[in-house]
C-alpha cells in the first residue's frame, strides 16, 4: 500500500520524461514566503523523490530477478539515459534554491535538517552538468556486469547449476567434488575474463573523467566526497586495513592451520575452505525459498516479535525473491521502496548455511526501512552506509539466538554458529583486500592489464594468511577480484562493511550483556535513519565508532573467546 500523496496525483505513474517534467517546474517555481511553506516545499520535494527512486527502484528489482529478459533490461536503461539524466539538473537547481533560501537557517539549528542540508551542499559543490551523460553511461555498464555473471551456468555430474548452486559442491566431504567443483567454477569465470576486464577498464575511464570534471586529482578522492564521507579520511582507512592486518590476519591464519591439521592434509588448497572443518556433510538448515522465509520469520519472532511482524508484511506483499536460477543477476540486497514504506529482498538462495546468513543479513537491512519509516522526509531515512551495514550486519549475529529454527540439532546448531564467527574473522581481511586495491586502482587510472593484476596479487598477499597453498591455481587467483560485484557496480562501496562489522560485533556484545538493553539501542539507532552524524548514531546504539587496533584487538578478543567457548 503506498503512501497518500499529498504533491503528486495518487494514480501517477512516471511513463517519460515529458510527463514528470512538469511536476519538477512547479517545485521550481513554488514561491517560498514563510517558514511553514518552505516546509511544504521541502515535503512535496521529499514525495516527488520517493516516487521517482521507488519507479527506478521496481525497475531495477524487476530487470535483476530475470536479467535474460531483454524487456526488463530495456525499461531500466530507459530510465538512466532518457529520464535521469534530466532530472539531475533539475535537482541541482532544486538543491540551491533549499540551500538559498532565507528559512534554512531556522531550520538548520535542527540537528536532523542539518544534516541534510550538508548533503545537499555536498551535491550542489560536486555537479557537473558535463558528468550527467558520463553517468548515464555509467550506470548502463554497470548493469552489463549483472547481464554477463548472471549468465553464467556450470554442468556438473550431467545436471546445470548456477555458480550459487555449484558452490554448494564446495562443501562436499569428497575431496574430489570439491576440487572438481573449485575448477569447474573457475574455468567459467575465466571464459569471461577478457570481457569483464575490457568493461572494467571502461568504466574506470569513465569514472576518472568524472573526477577531473570534478576537480578531483582522481576518483577516489572524488568518491570520498560524493559519498558524503564527512566523519573520516582516506588516512582512516589505510588506518583500518593496519588494523586488520595487525589484528584479524594472524586470528585468521591459526583458524586455517587449525582447518589443515583437523582435516589431515599436507596441503591446504582454495577449495578446502568451504568444506567442514572436521569433514562433516554440509548442514543443511531449508529446503526451498518458502521453507526458509517462515524459518527466517520464526528465527526473528526469538529475537524480536516486531522483526517477525515485519518480514510477515514483506510475504504477505510478494517483496521478496529468494532462489536461485538461470537468469537471474547475481548477489543479494535489500532495495528501499521510499513511497510502498516495505523493502523488497533479493538473493541467490541454494541451501546452505550462507544463504541463511545473506538472509538475515538482508532482513537487517530490511528492519532498518521499517525502523526509519516515521521520519518525516526521504532524505532522513538514507543512512550512511557505515551506519546500513550495522543494521544487516548486527542482524547475523544477534539473531543466533533463534537459529534453531533452522538446525534443531544442539552439534549442528553449535557448528552453525561456529562458521558464522569463523566467517567474520575470514571476512575483514577481504573487505580490507577490496578497499586497498580500489584505493590503488583510482590513484593509478592508466594502469595497464598486466599492473592491474600485479596490483591485485600484492594487495591479496598482504592480507593473506600464508596457509592456503594456490600453486597450481594462481591464475584464479589473480582473476579473483572480478567476483565481487562491488567493483563494478558501486564502486568504493566496501569499507562500510568493515566498519560496520566492528559495530556490529559490539551491538552483539551489548545483546548478550543485556537483551532489551541491546535490541533497544539496535532499534533507536535504525530509527534515527540520517539526522544525526556517524559517531553520534554509533553512540545512540550504545557502541563506539572507532577503528584503532587498540579498540578492533578489544572487539576481537571477545569474539574469539565467543568462539573458544562454543568449541569446548
Not at 127 to 136: K, T, V
Not at 270 to 295: A, H, I, Q
Not at 361 to 369: D, R, T
Not at 549 to 561: C, D, H, I, N, T
Request: negative net charge; glycine residues 4%.
Amino acid at each position: 500500500m503506498k503512501n497518500n500523496r499529498q504533491f503528486l496525483p495518487q494514480s501517477f505513474e512516471i511513463t517519460t520524461w515529458k510527463n514528470l517534467q512538469p511536476y519538477l517546474d512547479t517545485i521550481l517555481e513554488m514561491p517560498i514566503a514563510t517558514k511553514e511553506t518552505y516546509e511544504t516545499f521541502l515535503t512535496n520535494i521529499s514525495e516527488l523523490d520517493s516516487i521517482v527512486s521507488e519507479d527506478l527502484a521496481w525497475r531495477y528489482i524487476k530487470m535483476t530477478c530475470d536479467s535474460s529478459n531483454q524487456e526488463l533490461e530495456n525499461k531500466y536503461i530507459d530510465f538512466v539515459t532518457n529520464i535521469q539524466p534530466f532530472i539531475a539538473p533539475y535537482d541541482d537547481k532544486i538543491n540551491k534554491k533549499v540551500v538559498n533560501s532565507e528559512f534554512k537557517t531556522i531550520l538548520e539549528s535542527q540537528s536532523d535538517y542539518h544534516i541534510y542540508f550538508r548533503s545537499l551542499q555536498n551535491a550542489i559543490n560536486l555537479f557537473r552538468e558535463e558528468n550527467i551523460p558520463i553517468n548515464a553511461d555509467l550506470q548502463t555498464l554497470a548493469q552489463k556486469y549483472g547481464s554477463i555473471t548472471g549468465s553464467m551456468a556450470v554442468e556438473i555430474d550431467g545436471e546445470t547449476l548456477t555458480l550459487q548452486q555449484a558452490s554448494n559442491k564446495l562443501k562436499a566431504t569428497d575431496r574430489d567434488v570439491r576440487k572438481n567443483a573449485y575448477e569447474t567454477i573457475n574455468n567459467k569465470r575465466l571464459e569471461n575474463k577478457t570481457e569483464l576486464d575490457e568493461l572494467f577498464s571502461e568504466l574506470i575511464a569513465k569514472r576518472h573523467q568524472v573526477a577531473i570534471n570534478s576537480g578531483f586529482d582522481n576518483f577516489r578522492d572524488y568518491m570520498h566526497k560524493a559519498m558524503g564521507r564527512f566523519d573520516y579520511s582516506v588516512q582512516d582507512c589505510f588506518n583500518f586495513h593496519d588494523a586488520i592486518e595487525k589484528v584479524v590476519v594472524p586470528l585468521n591464519k591459526k583458524i586455517e592451520a587449525e582447518r589443515q591439521k583437523n582435516l589431515g592434509l599436507d596441503a591446504l588448497k582454495p577449495f578446502d575452505l568451504g568444506v567442514d572443518s572436521l569433514n562433516r556433510e554440509p548442514l543443511k538448515p531449508f529446503t526451498d525459498g518458502k521453507d526458509l522465509l517462515e524459518k527466517s520469520i520464526a528465527c526473528f519472532n526469538t529475537v524480536e516479535p516486531e522483526f517477525a511482524n515485519n518480514l510477515s508484511i514483506m510475504r504477505d506483499k510478494g517483496f521478496l525473491d529468494l532462489e536461485s536460477r538461470i537468469g537471474k543477476a547475481p548477489g543479494g540486497y535489500n532495495y528501499p521502496l521510499a513511497e510502498s514504506g516495505i523493502p523488497f529482498i533479493f538473493m541467490n538462495a541454494a541451501g546452505s548455511l550462507r544463504d541463511v546468513e545473506t538472509m538475515v543479513h538482508e532482513g537487517g537491512h530490511a528492519m532498518h526501512s521499517f525502523l526509519s519509516e516515521h521520519l518525516k522526509l526521504n532524505a532522513f531515512k538514507n543512512a550512511p552506509m557505515e551506519v546500513a551495514e550495522v543494521a544487516s550486519m548486527a542482524m547475523e549475529l544477534i539473531s543466533m539466538e533463534g537459529w534453531d529454527t533452522f538446525l534443531s540439532n544442539p552439534e549442528e546448531l553449535k557448528r552453525a554458529k561456529i562458521e558464522q564467527l569463523e566467517g567474520v574473522i575470514a571476512t575483514l581481511p577481504w573487505i580490507a583486500t577490496i578497499d586497498a586495491f580500489q584505493h590503488w586502482l583510482y590513484t593509478n587510472p592508466t594502469h595497464t592489464l598486466e599492473e592491474r593484476t600485479a596490483a591485485w596479487i600484492q594487495v591479496a598477499k598482504r592480507f593473506d594468511t600464508g596457509i592456503t597453498d594456490m600453486s597450481g591455481y594462481e591464475h584464479y587467483l589473480a582473476n579473483s577480484w572480478q567476483k565481487q560485484l562491488h567493483l563494478y557496480e558501486v564502486p568504493f562501496y566496501y569499507i562500510e562493511y568493515g566498519f560496520a562489522q566492528l559495530g556490529a560485533i559490539a551491538m552483539w556484545r551489548n545483546v548478550l550483556i543485556n537483551k532489551k538493553t541491546g535490541l533497544d539501542g539496535y532499534k533507536n539507532m535504525l530509527s534515527k535513519g540520517y539526522t544525526v552524524t556517524i559517531p553520534e548514531l554509533y553512540q545512540s546504539g550504545g557502541i563506539k565508532f572507532d577503528f584503532t587496533p587498540e579498540y578492533v584487538g578489544e572487539l576481537f578478543a571477545f569474539v574469539w573467546q565467543e568462539l573458544e567457548d562454543l568449541k569446548r
